[in-house]
């Protein structure tokens, strides 16, 4: 039964402050991310498989510095300076989008947002996890989950508002985007502490590898690597509502329903899964995944899009906030930094082969195609995670 006298330590504020960080860098990505692709393909006269190049080389090349970010955390035995580096470049490269002439110069700017986000995620999520309790981890990635998403609906509905008053001004969202990804950046500086600890000498460089790793930590990844084959940028769901009839005012108030889904249930999924497992919440959120890629495949109408971003919005509270829980549940403490940019070298590398596949598929095949592909590589994940995944190292 549950405990409700619940005594443990609550959540502390290197917590809570490193949510609201990520509330305004989230607050502006989201902002500028539901246009951006009308702004490539109807502004700039860019193709469509312009999305799947920008967002998968954008995406891999990150992942590199994701698993190098986490080892050099783990090394100087600080966190803190990777993350302030990691979410400064974020907010310059929405001044650089802001200025884009030509296709090239987005993935320019997304290759720095990317890029900054590759030194960034490996040693925030250690600091999360050095500053709560092990029973709290779920409910501390949840909050962060939470807080972030606050800034995914706010976002996109100031970008909203925006549009109302200057139509069809991208640009305009893309540079005011910078001052609420600035002040993020701020927060991180002047409130989180983190102690000194002294640097240790690193036995190896850092390799992408499986060997050394905990055998359930291991199969969690081979699952992780199979999902993430078929989970192709979120882009190809704006087009996908675009070519259903949706403008860019409305694809942000699409994109906001997702993300108050989000908002309203992450955290609740955060502290479930400490009392009932991360595995559980993942298989049920891999297979909601499909559900709504199977939805997009065969919408044919606009209506229903609604409902599936409002589905879409329920696989993301169930697996973003309790895959990040669940890595941290299964790493070894003393390289947690570097086996952490494991798990998201391991995402970031997947995202190039997905995003050319998706893009080849729905410029080639047919509109539907990419979406029968991702829902069966999701369901194939859920199966192995179910069957072949514990909740242990053991």
């Not at 498989?49 to 510095?65: D, M, R, Y």
């Not at 309203?264 to 595995?279: E, M, P, Q, Y």
């Not at 891999?286 to 229903?304: D, K, M, N, P, Q």
Request: charged content about 15%; hydrophobic content about 50%.
């Amino acid at each position: 039964m549950p405990n409700t006298n619940d005594d443990r330590p609550k959540l502390n504020s290197t917590v809570w402050t490193l949510g609201l960080v990520s509330l305004c860098t989230d607050l502006a990505s989201k902002m500028i991310y539901p246009i951006t692709p009308i702004f490539l393909t109807t502004v700039l006269g860019a193709p469509v498989w312009t999305v799947g190049i920008i967002e998968g080389i954008a995406e891999s090349i990150a992942s590199i510095l994701k698993l190098y970010s986490g080892w050099m955390s783990d090394l100087v035995g600080q966190r803190k300076q990777f993350a302030v580096v990691g979410y400064g470049l974020g907010a310059i490269s929405k001044l650089l989008l802001a200025l884009s002439g030509v296709w090239s110069h987005v993935l320019g700017a997304r290759l720095i947002d990317r890029v900054g986000k590759g030194i960034r995620a490996a040693p925030r999520d250690v600091l999360i996890t050095q500053n709560c309790a092990v029973d709290r981890r779920g409910q501390a990635f949840g909050l962060h989950h939470t807080l972030e998403t606050i800034g995914e609906v706010v976002g996109p509905l100031l970008g909203f508002l925006f549009l109302q008053q200057y139509a069809n001004n991208y640009r305009g969202v893309f540079a005011i985007a910078f001052f609420p990804a600035l002040l993020g950046v701020l927060l991180l500086l002047v409130l989180v502490k983190e102690p000194k600890i002294a640097a240790r000498k690193a036995n190896s460089q850092p390799q992408f590898t499986l060997e050394g790793l905990s055998p359930a930590y291991s199969r969690y990844l081979i699952a992780i690597g199979i999902f993430s084959l078929g989970n192709s940028s979120d882009a190809f769901l704006l087009l996908r509502a675009q070519d259903l009839g949706f403008n860019g005012m409305q694809l942000l108030l699409l994109y906001t329903v997702f993300n108050i889904i989000e908002t309203c249930l992450g955290l609740t999924a955060g502290k479930f899964s400490d009392r009932v497992g991360r595995r559980p919440l993942l298989v049920t959120g891999y297979l909601v995944f499909a559900l709504v890629y199977l939805g997009f495949a065969t919408a044919r109408s606009a209506e229903i899009v609604w409902v599936l971003f409002t589905l879409y919005g329920l696989y993301s509270s169930l697996t973003r906030g309790v895959q990040k829980a669940f890595v941290a549940d299964l790493v070894h403490p003393q390289r947690r930094g570097a086996e952490v940019g494991t798990f998201y070298m391991l995402v970031g590398l997947m995202a190039l082969p997905a995003s050319l596949i998706a893009g080849w598929l729905y410029a080639q095949v047919s509109v539907s195609a990419p979406f029968y592909l991702s829902a069966g590589t999701a369901i194939f994940a859920s199966m192995f995670l179910y069957l072949r995944v514990s909740e242990s190292n053991s």
